[in-house]
Each structure stands twice: as C-alpha cells, then as structure tokens.
C-alpha cells in the first residue's frame, strides 16, 4: 500500500512539474489529487475517522480533511495579500521606487544597484510577484527613456534573481519561509536574525557580478550625466498618491504591521493568537479605508495558491497515513545521517534546491519539512535551513523555477527583448551556482 501512494505521489508531484503542458492551474491539479487520494484512503481504510482531540482537551466532530490544513499558515498568506493590496493603492510602493531612480540621476550602475536593493526590500515586504511588477515595469520605462533598452535584459535578470533572494529576508517572505517556520517553531525575530546577514551579503555579491558580467557602467562624461539627469527628473512621484493622509497612514500601518509581526511571540494576547491573527488584524483595518469597496481588494488574494496550499496539505495526510512520508524519512534519514554531517546537510539543501528548479517550492518545502517534523528534528538544526535556502534559492536555476521569473520574461517580450529557456538558464547559472555554495556554507557555519 505504501508503494501504491508513493507511486501516486511521485505521479502528483510530476502533474504540477507540467502544468503548463497540462493546461491547468496548479489548485487544480491538487484538487483533484485531493479528492482521489481522500477517496482511495477511505477504501483502504488508512484514514482515521471520528472525533479529534483539540490543543485544550475537548474532542470535536469536523470532516477528517480539516485538521490536515495549516490554516494559521492560510490566515498569514490571505492577511498579508489584502494588506499589501491596500497598501498598494497609496501609492507608497512607486513613490520609493522613483525616488531611488531620482536619486540615481540616471547612471545605469547606481540605477542596477537602487533596483536590485528595493527588489530585494520590496520581496521581503510584498510577494515576490508584486515586487517584480513594479521594479520590472519601472526599469523598462527608466531604461527605455534613457535609450538603454539593451540593458532591459539583465536588468531584469538580475531583478528575478534578487526577489527570491530577498523572500529568504523574513518569516513571512514567501511561502516556504512561513511552513518550515510554522513546523520547526522559528520566531520572527530568530528568522530575520539568521537570514539577514546572508541575504545582505548575497546581494552585494549578486549586484557586484552583474555589473561585472553585463558590462554595466557609470555614466563618464558630463554631457552623457546631464542628459539622463533631465530624463528622470522627469518623472513625478507624486503622481500615484490621490491622498497624503492615505499615504501617511499606509506607512505608518506598514511600520506597525512588521513591529507586530516581529514581537509576535512576546506580546501579551497577541503571542496566543497567533501570527495569523496579527495579518488578518492588520488587513481588516486597512480596509477600514475602502469599507464600502472591500471586496476589491478579495481580488487581490492568489486564490490558486490557497486552494493549492489546501489540497496539498490535505494530499500529504493522506500520505503520511499511508507512511510514504516514513519511507521517504527514512531515505532522507539515509541522506542526512544525524544532521550534523556536512555532506548530508548540503546535499539535502541541493536536493530543494534542485526539485525548486523544475516545480514549485511550495509542495517542496511542504514535504520535507513534514518529512523533517516526523524525524524528530530539533527546531534548533540547520536541517531546516536547508530546506529554506535550498527552495528559496533553487527557484533562480529555470524560468520556470520562479514566478517572478515568468514575470520577467514577460516583460522583456513585451518590450521587444527577447530571451530563450537556455539562454535564461546560461545567464542564471554562474549566479546561483555562487547563491548555492555561499548557502551550504553559510548554513554549516551555523
């Protein structure tokens, strides 16, 4: 029976590596394997059915697929999406994004340099997506004003490569941060304390060998300055704010929400309730200032990675009931050792890696973190931060690896610059074979 689930499994797993081919939205795709999954654990008789025991003592009667839902890790994800979406319309996000490209007076390597470091601050604050929507978008219209669409290219490259380097920033960065975070027990402020270091240092690394790779230099001459000095002042960051008291408050909201987050596990209430608690707080506030409109903003939600985020936990119940999540501990356990070898560690952070290349880091980070969870890992082992970097970080590898690759690419099409599979992997490949070495050995260290 076992075998039978893990053929299953590695049959699910390959269907969301092609959607694409498939022509179906990943929720799909687990919703489906959900419901059969559920049915054939039910016939085998696998699935325990009845009351369940709640953390206060009390049983409850609830469907057998409920309890196999993280939904804190739901509240944090639907939370933080209708806050950053009300946010958004303040203006507040293009308003520092052209007030760093004023503030580069058009030189394309402090230009590269602002991106890369508000790409890097955007993904820690957004989702990956929208940071690169609005960093992408500003630099093809910065490039194209200053007669540098030839740079669009790398440009956005390298921007691809920074969002997922900066959703390793924070817990609650990108959605493998926030389920190995759950399941391990990191806190906020221990993430940011181990991650920032890195994540600083890579992206020094990161921009250093772009400038080096693409060729791209400071501006010489005076005539050359003075001229790209005219085309950015051109451009007015005012012109999204429709309201400075909005504008105001979305960032003072934005400070407290990342204070709160941050002091989540020590503030009094609060540390009960949860992270989940404090996103939908926040965004239930925020949108107090469009009450009458507020189901715009639900639009904003990614409804495909909830129903994907759903389906997925449900399928890995399902799994561990069948032991396939043993048996792969076991092979995992093989590969590890004890979790202090260094080969074991680094091959494991390969692996997420590798596997984040080709499919979604998601269901990646799902598995092995589950995988890591009934092995008995201590929360304080660098096996968990394997897992992190290795999904985080392996996205960067494929165009399909990322969405905020997709997005880059799409971008570039959109302005007449294009870039083939290969030539995107030949480009990435020095980087992240860099972002991957430094990973190992900075997880080692720890």
């Known amino acids: 029976m076992t075998a039978g689930f893990s053929f299953l499994l590695l049959v699910i797993i390959a269907a969301l590596a092609f959607e694409e081919k498939l022509h179906a939205k990943k929720s799909v795709i687990i919703g489906v394997s959900a419901i059969f999954v559920l049915l054939l654990g039910t016939f085998f008789g696998i699935i325990p059915f009845g009351a369940i025991t709640l953390p206060g003592g009390e049983s409850a009667d609830m469907?057998?697929?409920?309890?196999?839902?993280?939904?804190?890790?739901?509240?944090?994800?639907?939370?933080?999406?209708?806050?950053?979406a009300v946010s958004s319309r303040s203006g507040l996000f293009s308003w520092i994004a052209i007030r760093l490209t004023k503030l580069s007076r058009g030189d394309p390597l402090k230009l590269l340099w602002y991106y890369g470091l508000m790409t890097v601050l955007f993904s820690a604050m957004l989702n990956n997506v929208t940071a690169?929507?609005?960093?992408?978008?500003?630099?093809?219209?910065?490039?194209?004003?200053?007669?540098?669409?030839?740079?669009?290219?790398?440009?956005?490259?390298?921007?691809?490569?920074?969002?997922?380097?900066?959703?390793?920033?924070?817990?609650?960065?990108?959605?493998?941060?926030?389920?190995?975070?759950?399941?391990?027990?990191?806190?906020?402020?221990?993430?940011?304390?181990?991650?920032?270091?890195?994540?600083?240092?890579?992206?020094?690394?990161?921009?250093?060998?772009?400038?080096?790779?693409?060729?791209?230099?400071?501006?010489?001459?005076?005539?050359?300055k003075e001229k790209a000095l005219q085309v950015?002042?051109?451009f007015d960051e005012n012109d999204g704010i429709v309201s400075r008291r909005f504008f105001w408050f979305c960032a003072l909201m934005l400070a407290a929400f990342i204070c709160t987050i941050a002091a989540e596990s020590v503030l009094p209430l609060v540390k009960d309730l949860g992270m989940g608690f404090v996103a939908l707080a926040f965004a239930t506030i925020m949108l107090l200032a469009y009450r009458s409109q507020a189901d715009e903003f639900y639009k904003a939600i990614d409804w495909d990675l909830i129903?994907?985020?759903?389906?997925?936990?449900?399928?890995?119940?399902?799994?561990?009931?069948?032991?396939?999540?043993?048996?792969?501990?076991k092979g995992i356990e093989m590969l590890v050792g004890d979790g202090r070898s260094a080969g074991g560690t680094g091959?494991?952070?390969?692996?997420?890696?590798?596997?984040?290349?080709?499919?979604?880091?998601?269901?990646?980070?799902?598995?092995?973190?589950?995988?890591?969870?009934?092995?008995?890992?201590?929360?304080?082992?660098?096996?968990?931060?394997?897992?992190?970097?290795?999904?985080?970080?392996?996205?960067?590898?494929?165009?399909?690896?990322?969405?905020?690759?997709?997005?880059?690419?799409?971008?570039?099409?959109?302005?007449?610059?294009?870039?083939?599979?290969?030539?995107?992997?030949?480009?990435?490949?020095?980087f992240v074979a860099i972002e991957l070495v430094l990973s190992i050995l900075y997880v080692l260290a720890g």
């Open 347 to 430: 091959a494991l952070l390969l692996s997420s890696a590798a596997c984040s290349s080709v499919m979604d880091n998601v269901p990646v980070a799902a598995m092995l973190a589950k995988i890591l969870a009934a092995m008995n890992t201590p929360g304080t082992s660098r096996l968990w931060w394997a897992v992190v970097f290795g999904a985080n970080l392996g996205g960067n590898l494929t165009p399909i690896g990322s969405v905020s690759s997709l997005v880059a690419i799409a971008i570039m099409q959109k302005h007449g610059v294009g870039m083939p599979f290969m030539t995107f992997c030949r480009k990435v490949f020095p």
């Open 232 to 234: 950015v002042s051109g």
């Open 307 to 329: 129903g994907f985020f759903m389906g997925l936990f449900v399928v890995l119940n399902v799994m561990e009931h069948a032991h396939v999540l043993e048996a792969l501990g």
């Open 63 to 84: 469907p057998v697929y409920i309890p196999a839902i993280d939904w804190e890790a739901l509240a944090i994800i639907i939370g933080s999406d209708i806050f950053v």
């Open 132 to 224: 690169m929507v609005i960093v992408g978008s500003l630099t093809a219209v910065s490039l194209s004003r200053l007669n540098r669409t030839a740079d669009l290219g790398p440009f956005l490259v390298v921007e691809a490569l920074l969002t997922n380097i900066g959703g390793l920033l924070t817990l609650i960065s990108s959605v493998p941060n926030i389920i190995v975070g759950r399941i391990a027990g990191i806190t906020f402020l221990a993430f940011f304390a181990k991650a920032a270091p890195f994540v600083l240092a890579l992206t020094v690394i990161t921009l250093l060998q772009a400038a080096k790779q693409f060729g791209v230099h400071a501006l010489k001459g005076d005539e050359e």
